[in-house]
T-cell receptor
Framework: GAGVSQSPSNKVTEKGKDVELRCDPI?????LYWYRQSLGQGLEFLIY????????KSGLPSDRFSAERTGGSVSTLTIQRTQQEDSAVYLC????????????FGPGTRLTVT | GESVGLHLPTLSVQEGDNSIINCAYS??????FIWYKQESGKGPQFIID?????DKRQGQRVTVLLNKTVKHLSLQIAATQPGDSAVYFC???????????FGTGTRLQVTL
């Protein structure tokens, strides 16, 4: 079946502009995660959605970052007033009910802030 | 703070040999460990996991070993193939949420 999809695959934006990154999880997966991966680094947790529960936003680096998940499926990560340090690959993952540790990742969105 | 790290940033292995990728973790409360493989331009792919009440788990050509005494995790790949070339991350989970803490990764290079 289809895996996790993300769009766009690449995004170049000017400093100060807002960007929206989209994630379509695997159908039936109740949990959705956003991570950030800087060049040559590991993955940094950003935010986690589980069903209808309040999201865990503890990893968001600043109030310029926000995310929402509509209808328990598609999620959008928004970065306002982008800065050069926001440049990274943003990865989305989803997992099945009861198997939250086995996360399936999308290909990521490479964000470049000029 | 708590962290997960890897000893070697790059590992070069000849095709057909066995590979061992190591990972150290610092949080003794971690109860679940996972290895991911990330090929260039792709998201991480789940390889194998192990719970803290186990010390060994085997998959297809891969074995994960957990030594809680020294807080060490390793991934062994048997008969390494060119398709195994990638960056390998260990990750740990602690607590109630399912968020993972990832290490910085080890690049595995398979030479012919």
């Amino acid at each position: 079946g289809a895996g996790v999809s993300q769009s766009p695959s690449n995004k170049v934006t000017e400093k100060g502009k807002d960007v929206e990154l989209r994630c379509d999880p695997i159908s039936g997966h109740t949990a959705l995660y956003w991570y950030r991966q800087s060049l040559g680094q590991g993955l940094e947790f950003l935010i986690y959605f589980q069903g209808n529960s309040a999201p865990d936003k503890s990893g968001l680096p600043s109030d310029r970052f926000s995310a929402e998940r509509t209808g328990g499926s598609v999620s959008t990560l928004t970065i306002q007033r982008t800065q050069q340090e926001d440049s990274a690959v943003y990865l989305c993952a989803s997992s099945r009910p009861g198997l939250s540790y086995e996360q399936y990742f999308g290909p990521g969105t490479r964000l470049t802030v000029t | 703070g708590e962290s997960v790290g890897l000893h070697l940033p790059t590992l070069s292995v000849q095709e057909g040999d066995n590979s061992i990728i190591n990972c150290a973790y610092s949080n003794s409360a971690s109860d679940y460990f996972i290895w991911y493989k990330q090929e260039s331009g792709k998201g991480p792919q789940f390889i194998i996991d192990i719970r803290s009440n186990m010390d060994k788990r085997q998959g297809q050509r891969v074995t994960v070993l957990l030594n809680k005494t020294v807080k060490h995790l390793s991934l062994q790949i048997a008969a390494t193939q060119p398709g195994d070339s990638a960056v390998y991350f260990c990750a740990e989970n602690t607590g109630t949420a399912s968020k993972l803490t990832f290490g910085t990764g080890t690049r595995l290079q398979v030479t012919l």
